[in-house]
């Protein structure tokens, strides 16, 4: 059965936990089906609310209407959320506590177009990166964190992720904007634009920015999906980042650095705040990547990628401009082992093509190799054609 919000909700009364972000239990005892945002983001006063509630029967966002979340929308195992084309989603600006989750056997369907994205976005009069949560996926692939079928707990909403079905499909997600997320709940739980925890290669990613986020734009917490067509403006956090076995693909990859910023990719080979229990490490493979940075002389001591904790991974036409450091590897000759990844070809770039770049390679991994070992084809990168595929739906 499907909850059509257009037509009304039903009256919901229910009681649920997040106690891991830090917000008080919700108790849904009304839900409106239309509401007046009294001046907020937006000026349509027909935007539909979308109580803060755990749903266990679908949801289906008309196409081309605004709708309004205050609070955790978390759709359970079995269920899908249906988000047609031209949908705006409004979040109240209170932060950590309001965002989308899509459980772990669950499914979001997100359909929008270049020329009528999906568009979810603060509801603040002036909004602001960290204003709301985010959006976050849970799936059932393999996560290095835990062993065999083992699942984890999100840092946000704790639900679980993790398994052994690397092709498992949570769903689509395509011409998908998110503004304006990254709200943190305390010093180490903090949302993303996207967040992808364990998420299986059966799922279909295309097409999605993160815009003005608080934290990373876009997270891989393990896992196999295969992103493609992904920008990232202004994350004030890394812009993309990878951790706990992460081993899908990134294709077509634009990052752009606002003043503030960490890394363009921070990549960890495993979650150094657990263990790596299932003995392997993040590789995944990204073609066509460009990172743009505020240049040398406004920025000396920025790095454009940071590869840690093992990490491996395969680099294949990379554009880098504007960067103190192209490439930090920062590694031991322990449980660290990124630097060997170097030498067993694991850990590679091919065609790459660095501008206004001080230092190509950092070298901090305890581990000898020389800059010709990590990098072939330099000069030949021409990283991905941004203008082409980012027009009409993407923000700057």
Not at 179 to 191: I, K, M, V
Not at 255 to 281: C, L, M, P, W
Not at 313 to 325: A, D, R, T
Not at 331 to 346: C, E, Q
Request: aromatic content about 8%.
């Amino acid at each position: 059965m499907k909850n059509n919000l257009i037509l009304g909700l039903a009256i919901v009364s229910m009681l649920f936990s997040c106690s891991s972000d830090d917000t008080a239990d919700i108790i849904i005892n009304d839900n409106s089906s239309v509401v007046n945002n009294n001046g907020g983001g937006n000026t349509d006063d027909s935007c539909i609310a979308i109580p803060a509630a755990e749903y266990t029967s679908d949801l289906e966002l008309e196409a081309n209407r605004c709708y309004i979340i205050n609070g955790p929308v978390i759709m359970a195992s079995g269920t899908n959320l249906i988000i047609n084309e031209g949908v705006t989603i409004y979040a109240e600006a209170t932060g950590a506590d309001v965002y989308i989750a899509i459980s772990q056997g669950a499914k979001i369907v997100a359909t929008g177009t270049a020329s009528n994205p999906i568009v979810m976005t603060s509801n603040a009069p002036a909004p602001a990166a960290g204003d709301w949560g985010g959006i976050i996926i849970l799936g059932k692939a393999p996560i290095n964190s835990v062993s065999g079928t083992g699942t984890s707990t999100s840092e946000i909403a704790s639900l679980p992720y993790g398994g052994n079905l690397t092709d498992d499909s949570s769903g689509t997600i395509r011409y998908v904007r998110v503004e304006y997320s990254g709200g943190a709940a305390d010093g180490q739980s903090e949302n993303n634009g996207f967040s992808f925890y364990g998420v299986g290669n059966e799922t279909v990613v295309e097409y999605i920015q993160a815009f003005e986020g608080k934290d990373d734009g876009i997270e891989f917490f393990g896992g196999t999906v295969n992103v493609s067509y992904v920008s990232v403006i202004n994350a004030q956090d890394d812009s993309i980042d990878w951790t706990e076995g992460y081993t899908g693909t990134i294709t077509n990859a634009y990052v752009q650095h606002g003043v503030d910023h960490d890394k363009g990719i921070e990549a960890d080979g495993y979650n150094t705040d657990f263990s790596n229990e299932g003995g392997y490490f993040s590789k995944p493979t990204v073609t066509n990547l460009t990172i743009i940075g505020l240049g040398t002389a406004t920025d000396p001591d920025s790095e454009a990628i940071r590869l840690r904790a093992g990490t491996q991974g395969i680099f294949n036409n990379v554009l880098i401009q504007g960067y103190g450091e192209g490439f930090d590897l920062d590694g031991d000759l322990g449980d660290n082992p990124t630097g060997n990844g170097v030498l067993s070809d694991d850990l590679q770039v091919t065609n790459v093509t660095f501008t206004d770049v001080t230092l190509s390679v950092k070298n901090d991994t305890e581990v000898m190799f020389t800059e010709a070992d990590f990098l072939t084809g330099v000069g030949n990168g021409t990283g991905t054609d941004y203008a082409t595929w980012g027009a009409s739906w993407t923000v700057e």
